[in-house]
C-alpha cells in the first residue's frame, strides 16, 4: 500500500513558477508520476520518473517547463513548472506504480493522491 499526500498548488499569476510536493508512506521502490485534470477534460500525464531517477516522461503539453525529480530519503517527489500559463489551470494529482518503467497512462497506476490545485490567472 502506498499514500501518496501533494502539496505546493496556489493561485499564481501566468509566467510565474510553482514547485508541487508529493510525499509517499508505505511501499517504496516506486515510479512516481503527476497528472492533472482540468474541469470537463481528462486526466492527462504531466511527468514521470522511476525509482533510480534515471528514466524520465514528460507529457509534450508541459515539455520544457518542468522538470520531475525525486529525493528517495525523504519518500517525496518534486515538479517545478515554470512559465506557467492559465491552460495550466487543473487539479493536480500525484500517483505510484510498480513499474519499473514509466507508464503514460492512469491505467498504470494503482495509487493516487487526493490531489492539490493550480490556478493560473491570465
Known amino acids: 500500500q502506498v499514500h501518496l499526500v501533494e502539496s505546493g498548488g496556489g493561485l499564481v499569476q501566468a509566467g510565474d513558477s510553482l514547485r508541487l510536493s508529493c510525499a509517499a508512506s508505505?511501499?517504496?521502490?516506486?515510479?512516481m508520476a503527476w497528472f492533472r485534470q482540468a474541469p470537463g477534460k481528462d486526466r492527462e500525464f504531466v511527468a514521470g520518473?522511476?525509482?533510480?531517477?534515471?528514466?524520465?516522461n514528460y507529457g509534450d503539453s508541459v515539455k520544457g517547463r518542468c522538470t520531475i525529480s525525486r529525493d528517495n530519503a525523504k519518500n517525496t517527489v518534486y515538479l517545478q513548472m515554470s512559465s506557467l500559463k492559465p491552460e495550466d489551470t487543473a487539479l493536480y494529482y500525484c500517483a505510484a506504480s510498480v513499474s519499473p518503467f514509466v507508464p503514460r497512462n492512469s491505467a498504470g497506476y494503482g495509487y493516487w493522491g487526493q490531489g492539490t490545485q493550480v490556478t493560473v490567472s491570465s
Open positions: 508505505g511501499r517504496t521502490g516506486n515510479t
Open positions: 520518473l522511476n525509482w533510480s531517477g534515471a528514466s524520465t
